[in-house]
């Protein structure tokens, strides 16, 4: 007989090996309890963490049941990792499928015997790795946050990301700087560049490329 939630186990509860246990019943044991919002008493998914490489089934909100070797339980998350076999188009050499399930839709966890399944080894993770990987991300986002202007018209938008194919750009408000010596003002016509500085030829460069990109989307536009 199974023990409900909320009822004492009995002295047989602890010994898991070959019998079926209601995990109301090993969470009460360990007096893991929480408040729902209706202000009732009843156990929680916390003790999980003692049922790793274990088969369990369990039984969600919908009355549905899944069932597989339990991988991992993460406490912060609130999230139940089930390895179950492998169906379905999974490549062939997947031993396994993983489930994740949200402990707060579990109503109860039913012991069926200890997992036959040998779990991954967890490698140490390396935070100066992690640390570094985080730094490029931030830069590659802020890279791209910085190639996109801020309130321009779409097709302002258009010449730059044509123009920073060939050559260096940036925004510096609404204008185009290119090079870092020849300035694009609104519309960004050929008309509208001019110097920064003493740089005739990069002028003369930066027209011609603006020249050929200019009738390329108006092309596009017409097409």
Not at 33 to 60: C, D, F, H, W, Y
Not at 181 to 192: A, F
Not at 201 to 221: C, D, H, I, N, Y
Request: with cysteine; net charge positive.
């Amino acid at each position: 007989m199974r023990s409900q939630a909320g009822s004492r186990p009995n002295s047989q509860a602890g010994n898991r090996k070959g019998a079926a246990l209601s995990y109301a019943a090993t969470a009460a044991k360990r007096g893991d309890t929480a408040m729902r919002k209706t202000g009732k008493a009843e156990t929680r998914p916390v003790a999980l963490t003692s049922l790793v490489n274990t088969r369990i089934q369990v039984q969600l909100v919908d009355d549905s049941r899944v069932e597989g070797v339990l991988f991992a339980y993460d406490v912060y998350s609130g999230v139940v990792a089930l390895l179950e076999p492998r169906m379905g188009d999974l490549p062939a050499d997947t031993k396994h499928a993983v489930r994740l399930v949200k402990a707060s839709n579990i109503q109860d966890v039913e012991v069926k015997g200890k997992g036959d399944t040998v779990l991954p080894s967890v490698q140490e993770v390396k935070v100066d790795v992690v640390e570094a990987r985080k730094a490029r991300a931030l830069a590659q986002a802020k890279e791209r946050a910085a190639r996109i202007g801020v309130g321009v018209s779409s097709h302002a938008q258009a010449v730059f990301e044509a123009l920073s194919k060939t050559l260096p750009c940036r925004w510096d408000k609404k204008r185009i700087i290119v090079l870092d010596e020849i300035v694009i003002d609104p519309p960004y016509t050929v008309d509208c560049c001019r110097e920064l500085s003493s740089a005739s030829f990069s002028l003369s460069r930066v027209k011609k490329v603006l020249q050929g990109e200019l009738s390329r989307l108006e092309q596009s536009a017409a097409g």
